[in-house]
């Protein structure tokens, strides 16, 4: 997640967006930069150098300017690799207008072309770089800078936060804001505006929130904020807590990264949606550098990862299957190299991993290179070890993940692994363009449903509350909610350390009943293939276990229905569901996806939550889990 600081009215300008891309590096970033408005142009330095780059760009303007505006940027590379070229502040053809971005331009490529025509020379590979571009055709045309700024930004698709200076008005900063957060804040004569509090504390008395599609025009000490059609609005004003610090300020008022994270699903879901599908539906894949012939070649798919990263592509294995009609094989990466795999040119390995690091995977995408098969990393890190080394890559658009539990990029995995799956079928023809796009339009109903998911806590808390003081879990499901299971499973072992097993319920009865008794929990997921669930669940309930099961709404309407209508044929297995939701001992009841394959995303949330409640109830340190990293790089 990109982070943004401006200021205007401040003697010490360059001194104060320093301090706040300090206070942003929390998000995590690649790469850095800043410019000032220094005379009839403005003054502008960057650096790539991963996490030192704040550090190298101080080095960079040790011959700065003196100004009294600026603004500053670190970027999380989404579009483009993490390069100096691509570091933000962009600048236009004139070197007098600069602009930094949050968010992703979807349109980019549409908006670009007819500027690259008139004569526009881009110099990055970002979606970014096209507003700066905008907006100085709308300056030249005689408009001035917050004119400018409204007019580009009613052309944009996408979600953004954006802040840009010029060096004809230096005293201004322009931002305008939709779906991705900005603050601005007045002090003493000065204005201020920035991706969060915390880049702000301290520095000004009073604070606003942008609320979406508004224009913000900062002065020193003034503001006056409008619709992107130019309509004046009040300002939203906000409180924000003096006993804040920094490290608060960056939780966001969660307790810890890992509840943070959870609550950032949806839009880590929809930004890895974003920009998926040209203007005639189809889908566009641009870092995949697999040609639709290759694709098509393709007999074989490998799947390698670890932990929670391997459950996502458990998940994955059902999709492609169901589809794109491709045989999916799904390997521990550890596993796959010390073995004798049969890999070829017309196999597909991919690899699946949020810090695109961790060695195990490397090494077995390595080996398939080796023997010939095609790679792709499905990565969270633009230009990780992977996806640098593999054929192709496919980004998560969750922004860092702090905690060492995976929670964010667990869901954008399964989401953007379903998006390769509908692009492979789409090329080998297996489903029709109107099935793709049936299928994309239940992926996008997913951010909303995973909110609705999350604001059932309660539901969850209480059973948090209930089974305080259990030791033994076994997690079950079938199909799809075979991995979720195994993924709930690892989220609850993890970070509360209790013994948790994760099976496919049909292997209860062969070996793992033998040790289910009163006060071991068994929590069942109970959709798809409900009726042998509910077997499942007796077996387990009649030698004594407490059973929690994991139901979706459509399940609980259909059990109501049958429960009402008695048992007609039909109903008989809701009226199944009905008397086992009632023998069991708690019910947390999830949003009913209607694709069954993309149900996984909204499913696991609880488990999250109910592994997350336990943990604090046990007093364990939620974010840093004893005995475990976040990027695991030794064998
Ligand atoms: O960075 P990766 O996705 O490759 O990491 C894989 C696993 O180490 C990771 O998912 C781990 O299991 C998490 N701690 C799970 O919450």
């Known amino acids: 997640m990109c982070g943004i600081i401006g200021v205007t009215g401040d003697d010490g300008a360059l001194g104060t967006l320093f301090d706040g891309l300090r206070r942003l590096e929390y998000r995590g970033y690649d790469s850095a930069g800043v410019a000032l408005v220094d005379g009839d142009h403005v003054w502008r330095a960057r650096a790539a150098d991963g996490t030192r780059s704040v550090d190298d760009l101080h080095a960079a303007t040790a011959d700065a300017p003196p100004s009294r505006t600026g603004i500053g940027h670190t970027r999380w590379a989404t ?18 207008i600069a602009l930094v971005h949050n968010g992703i331009i979807e349109n980019h490529a549409e908006l670009a072309a007819p500027l690259a025509a008139r004569g526009h020379t ?23 800078l917050a004119d400018a700024v409204r007019a580009t930004l009613r052309t944009v698709r996408g979600a953004f936060s954006v802040v840009a200076i010029a060096s004809g008005e ?5 931002a305008g804001r939709r779906s991705v957060p900005l603050l601005v804040a007045l002090g003493d004569g000065t204005g201020l505006v920035a991706s969060d509090v915390s880049a702000l504390l301290g520095r000004a008395d009073r604070y606003f929130a942008l609320d979406d599609d508004q224009v913000v025009e900062i002065g020193p ?112 990466a550890s596993e796959l190299r010390y073995r ?47 996806a640098r080394e593999a054929d192709g890559a496919i980004y998560t658009r969750a922004g860092p993940e702090v905690s060492v539990a995976s929670t964010k990029c667990h869901l954008a995995q399964m989401v953007a692994l379903d998006v390769l799956a509908l692009a492979l079928a789409q090329w080998r023809g297996t489903i029709g363009p109107q099935g ?12 909303s449903m995973v909110e609705d998911a999350l604001g059932r806590q309660k539901d969850v808390d209480a059973v948090a509350d209930a089974l305080l003081g259990a030791r033994d879990y076994f997690f079950i499901g079938r199909n799809v909610g075979y991995p979720v299971a195994l993924e709930g499973a690892l989220k609850l072992k993890e970070i509360s350390y209790l013994r948790a097993e994760g099976y496919p319920a049909g292997e209860l009865k062969h070996g793992p009943l033998a040790l289910i008794e009163p006060g071991t929990v068994v929590v069942a997921v109970l959709d798809p293939l409900r009726d042998k669930m509910l ?93 475990l990293a976040k990027t695991v790089t030794v064998e």
Request: aromatic share 2%; proline share 5%; with cysteine.
């Open 436 to 447: 793709v796009g049936a299928a994309m339009d239940e992926l996008a109903r997913l951010p």
């Open 535 to 627: 077997s499942n669940v007796a077996e387990a309930s009649a030698r004594g276990a407490t059973v929690v099961l994991v139901v979706s709404d459509a399940t609980a309407a259909a059990t109501a229905a049958a429960t009402a209508a008695a048992a007609t044929a039909a109903a008989t297995a809701a009226t199944a569901a009905a008397t086992a939701a009632t023998a069991a001992d708690h019910v947390i009841y999830v949003p009913n996806v209607r694709e069954p394959v993309l149900a996984p995303v909204v499913e696991v949330v609880p488990l999250q939550l109910l592994a997350y409640g336990l943990a604090r109830r046990l007093g364990n340190d939620v974010d840093r889990p004893r005995n």
């Open 122 to 144: 881009f110099t990055s590979e970002t979606d970014t770089e096209v507003l700066v571009h905008l907006i100085e055709e709308e300056m030249s045309g005689g408009a001035g």
């Open 340 to 386: 004798e795999p049969v890999l070829h040119e017309r196999t597909l390995v991919v690899g699946v991993s949020q810090s695109g690091e961790t060695l195990d995977t490397l090494e077995a995408l390595r080996e398939a290179r080796r023997a010939g098969a095609r790679t792709i990393a499905v990565s969270n890190v633009v230009h990780s070890t992977m």
């Open 221 to 332: 000490g003034t503001l006056r904020v409008t619709t992107l059609e130019g309509a004046e609005v009040d300002p939203t004003a906000v409180t924000v807590d003096p006993a804040w610090d920094v490290v608060a300020a960056q939780m966001d008022g969660f307790d810890d990264f890992m509840s943070k994270e959870i609550h950032e699903q949806p839009r880590a879901i929809a930004d890895t949606l974003l920009d998926r599908r040209a203007s005639d539906g189809a889908l566009v894949l641009d870092e995949l550098r697999l040609s639709p012939d290759e694709v098509r070649a393709v007999d074989k798919i490998v799947v390698v990862a670890c932990g929670s990263s391997y459950h996502a592509g458990m998940v994955a294995k059902y999709a492609i299957e169901h589809w794109a009609r491709i045989p999916v094989e799904v390997e521990i």
């Open 170 to 174: 230096p005293d201004l900063i322009v």
């Open 79 to 96: 579009h483009g690799g993490p390069t100096a070229e691509n570091a933000h502040p962009h600048e236009d053809c004139t070197g007098r």
